[in-house]
C-alpha cells in the first residue's frame, strides 16, 4: 500500500515563496513518476509538475504546466523518498490545495500528465497567497 503525505503549505504574500515536501512510504517503488496537482475552489483538478523517479528513466526532463514554468522546480531526495515542490514568485493564482500522486511513467507518456493516470494521492495541504 503506497501512501503519499504532503507537508509545508501556508500563507504568503505574492511574490513569496513555499516549498512542498510529498514522503511517499509504504511500497516497495512500484511506481516510476510523481506529479504535483492543484485544485482550487470551483475549478478542475490541474497537472503543476511532475519528476521521473525510476532510476532508469532519471535523465529524463521534469514536466511543467506553463502557468509555473520559471517559477516551481520539482526535485527529489530518493533515498528519503521525498518529492519537493519549490514555489518562487507566487502568485494569488497560484492559491489551491496542492496534491503530489504517484503513478507510472508509461502511462504519462501515453495518454499524457493527467490525474486520471495516477493511482496514489496525498490528502493535500493548502497554499494561500494574498496579493
Known amino acids: 500500500q503506497v501512501q503519499m503525505t504532503e507537508s509545508g503549505g501556508g500563507s504568503v504574500q505574492a511574490g513569496g515563496s513555499l516549498r512542498l515536501s510529498c514522503v511517499a512510504s509504504g511500497y516497495a517503488y512500484s511506481f516510476t513518476f510523481v506529479g504535483w496537482f492543484r485544485q482550487a475552489p470551483g475549478k478542475e483538478r490541474e497537472a503543476v509538475a511532475g519528476i521521473y523517479v525510476d532510476f532508469d528513466e532519471a535523465e529524463k526532463p521534469e514536466i511543467y504546466a506553463d502557468s509555473v514554468k520559471g517559477r516551481f522546480t520539482i526535485s527529489q531526495d530518493v533515498p528519503k523518498k521525498t518529492v519537493y515542490l519549490q514555489m518562487n514568485n507566487l502568485r494569488p493564482e497560484d492559491t489551491a490545495v496542492y496534491y503530489c500522486?504517484?503513478?507510472?511513467?508509461?502511462?504519462?507518456?501515453?495518454?499524457?500528465?493527467?490525474?486520471?493516470?495516477?493511482?496514489?494521492w496525498g490528502q493535500g495541504t493548502q497554499v494561500t497567497v494574498s496579493s
Open positions: 500522486a504517484a503513478g507510472h511513467a508509461r502511462k504519462i507518456q501515453e495518454f499524457g500528465f493527467s490525474s486520471a493516470q495516477f493511482g496514489y
